[in-house]
């Protein structure tokens, strides 16, 4: 499976913008798919998951009631919705999925840069 990440840019805080995430290649079977994020100087964390059919969602305590993942099963794409963006939300965001019911992530996608200005 291949992941390509876009989307992510300049945003001022209080602001939103819309990750998008096409998967490509064999996707038959995934269990979930999920987005990361990896700011400067600090260890990669989860931020989002939901089931490959689209159910599920699942959000890391920080982002919850802002961020709003969803899949469109039609065009293969994962989104995360992002408002009320805080600056401690600057990072590269990844998407990847994960394979089976193990909390494994694998097929990392290049990340996209979202930097929130205070």
């Known amino acids: 499976v291949q992941l390509q990440a876009s989307g992510g840019g300049l945003a001022q805080a209080g602001g939103s913008l819309r990750l998008s995430c096409a998967a490509s290649?064999?996707?038959?079977?995934?269990?979930?798919i999920g987005w990361f994020r990896q700011a400067p100087g600090k260890e990669r964390e989860f931020v989002a998951s939901?089931?490959?059919?689209?159910?599920?969602?699942y959000y890391a305590d920080s982002v919850k009631g802002r961020f709003t993942i969803s899949r469109d099963n039609a065009k293969n794409t994962l989104y995360l919705q992002m408002n009320s963006l805080k600056p401690e939300d600057t990072a590269v965001y990844y998407c990847a999925i994960r394979p089976s019911a193990i909390n494994e992530y694998t097929s990392w996608g290049q990340g996209t840069l979202v930097t929130v200005s205070s």
């Open positions: 939901i089931s490959w059919s689209g159910r599920n969602p």
């Open positions: 290649g064999r996707t038959f079977g995934i269990y979930a």
